[in-house]
């Protein structure tokens, strides 16, 4: 094709340089042995598609970057050891050479007529949209096992290791994370040598939509089947240093959602991958991390509901639910004073539907709290509104029994404490109130739901006997009133 173009007759003012047209083409072949070969177009199509694998097979290869020596970051190219200078001997010339020939290939046809750079913006955008298309296509199961077999993962990895743009490098982890989602092509991701390092690598950058796909990248990797891979690449004080400074540095929604589910990806994938995440963690800060955090949205919640905030509540309850039931580091966490106040100004909030989800995780971080700290059940009996604020909760987790274990397990700490003979009239009187606007919901939960069997199997809750105790004291004051 780099021929034909050249000896197209609209370019006459190029005829006399035939002569230089096979030393050329030479340098061209010398230049793409660089980068993964593009696979024949007779590959892999017994893989049933509703997309032609010819098509998706041309857009691979549309996106080869072809010069990789002058496309360079600041990590430098093809691990050289110039610090990213490239060939110092290159002259100007053979730069501009380069781009014309880079426009050829990749166009079939020569590019524009910028030469100051290898990929003018008319380029950029031409790979761009050529990336959307394969990041919208790996979110198939099929179009990404087709595009896997057919080496998009070294085309990926080669632009990653050469590119300038953010831009690009946005979609290359972007359709990698939609390959991750598949089985299948989550295996080639983990064998392809030295993509999970180049892939922890771009959380060094300072874009924040390449450090939120990075990030969610390597939170589907932890959450995989292959996490052990994923988990021995970022167990390092330095690669966790640099999410939590992420996290707590930034002020983009999206970004500080992505990082923490990456923080509670490692802290849920402790177990399976047998790293010693947590010792590093706490040493860095990440319980009152977290609670600051936690500070500040519902700081935001009380005073603005702000609807793309609700998710980032939600993963940072999640993150210190999770450090909740560590053995050996939950301490720190429910002897938290401040954070029993946040998640109690949470449960007393009186329209609870926007951030239903936060307050069922609150629901399960409270009944962990009040399992470590026992003596705090007698203070939180005698507050009315939180009670009220508990049995709310109620049908936002219809159809989360743990979470509804969690809410009875809470309940019965709190009521064994209400003395009939030790309370005045009109105390007792506020309770009997408070059951029974929701004796509804208390008979529901007790009849159709039958807990008395599922609490049983959840761990860290009061016994079967507490509960049933607490449950008839709910319903005879209930009838009491």
Not at 115 to 134: I, N, Q, Y
Not at 138 to 150: D, F, G, I, K, Y
Request: include cysteine; proline fraction near 3%; hydrophobic fraction near 40%.
């Amino acid at each position: 094709m780099a021929l034909e173009s050249k000896s197209n007759p609209i370019e006459e003012e190029h005829q006399d340089e035939g002569d230089d047209v096979e030393e050329e083409i030479h340098h061209d072949e010398d230049e793409l042995a660089r980068n993964p070969s593009a696979p024949p177009d007779y590959e892999f199509f017994d893989i049933t598609t509703t997309v032609d694998p010819s098509y998706i097979i041309s857009l691979i290869r549309k996106l080869i970057p072809i010069d990789s020596v002058t496309s360079r970051d600041s990590r430098g190219v093809n691990g050289s050891d110039d610090d990213g200078r490239g060939d110092t001997n290159q002259t100007a010339e053979e730069n501009e050479d380069e781009c014309e020939k880079m426009d050829v290939v990749n166009d079939g046809s020569r590019g524009g007529e910028d030469k100051d750079t290898c990929r003018g913006l008319a380029g950029d955008e031409v790979w761009e949209e050529h990336g959307c298309v394969l990041w919208d296509l790996a979110a198939s199961r099929t179009h990404a096992e087709l595009m896997v077999q057919n080496l998009v993962l070294e085309v990926l990895m080669a632009n990653l290791m050469v590119s300038q743009s953010a831009r690009v490098t946005e979609i290359c982890l972007g359709i990698i994370g939609n390959l991750a989602c598949h089985e299948a092509p989550m295996k080639h991701i983990v064998s392809a040598n030295g993509l999970i390092s180049t892939i922890v690598d771009q959380l060094f950058s300072d874009d924040t939509q390449c450090l939120a796909e990075a990030c969610r990248l390597l939170t589907l990797g932890l959450q995989g089947s292959e996490c052990c891979t994923w988990a021995e690449a970022v167990q390092s004080e330095h690669i966790l240093c640099r999410i939590i400074w992420i996290a707590e540095n930034t002020l983009n929604p999206q970004l500080l959602e992505k990082s923490l589910g990456l923080v509670l990806a490692i802290l849920e994938s402790q177990k399976e991958a047998s790293c010693t995440f947590i010792p590093s963690l706490m040493k860095l800060g990440i319980p009152s991390l977290l609670i600051n955090l936690l500070d500040f949205e519902m700081s935001r919640l009380t005073e603005e509901r702000v609807p793309e905030r609700y998710s980032v509540l939600d993963v940072i309850l999640r993150a210190i639910e999770a450090l909740s039931i560590l053995d050996g580091h939950s301490q720190e966490i429910c002897s938290s004073k401040k954070l029993l106040q946040l998640v109690c100004d949470l449960i007393k909030l009186p329209d609870k539907a926007e951030v239903a989800s936060s307050c069922v995780t609150v629901a399960v971080l409270i009944a962990n709290i009040m399992s470590d700290m026992p003596n705090l059940a007698s203070e939180m009996s005698q507050d009315l509104p939180f009670l009220q604020g508990l049995l709310e909760v109620f049908p936002l987790a219809s159809d989360d029994v743990e979470a509804r274990c969690a809410l009875w397990s809470i309940i019965a700490r709190l009521l064994v404490r209400v003395k009939e003979n030790d309370m005045s009239l009109s105390s007792l009187h506020q309770y009997v109130l408070v059951l029974a606007r929701k004796s509804e919901i208390i008979e529901d939960d007790l009849i159709n739901r039958q807990l008395d069997n599922s609490c049983e199997e959840t761990k860290d809750l009061t016994s079967s006997c507490s509960k049933s105790n607490t449950r008839s004291t709910a319903v005879s004051l209930s009838n009491f009133s």
